[in-house]
């Protein structure tokens, strides 16, 4: 899918960062190419997508021209491991935890949705 994917972090209804080294250490193995101006491809066994931010800021990723199944597998862990929310635009923000649902900003919250795994991430987006 070509639409943006951003994952930001929030505390208490405002931006905040993630765990970024996490984010990226989940990242890196699957990067195809290095790193240019923050900008990568991943490859998965099944697809791939282009990934932006992965250079030194604290404003989250986003990703884009995300294809095959794996894809949405790894924004879930990502965004597990640095506690971000996931934004797809147009679609309702989702977070891989109850919890999160508290800090997003109020616009986002009555319709975030809860997902546990890639699965549901692509349910939530696709159906939006």
Known sequence: MSFDIFLQGFVGG????GD????????????ADPVSDGFGRIVTADGEADIYG????DQGLMINHANGRQI???????????????????????VVDEVMIAHLPDELRQDAVLVHDGGDLEC?????
């Open 14 to 17: 405002g931006g905040a960062p």
């Open 54 to 57: 992965l250079g030194d800021n």
């Open 72 to 94: 949405w597998q790894l924004i879930v862990d990502v965004a597990r491991a640095a506690g971000y929310a996931v934004l797809p635009v147009g679609c309702p923000v989702c």
């Open 20 to 31: 970024r080294a996490a984010a990226i250490a989940i990242v890196t193995p699957l990067l």
């Open 124 to 128: 939530a987006v696709v159906n939006a």
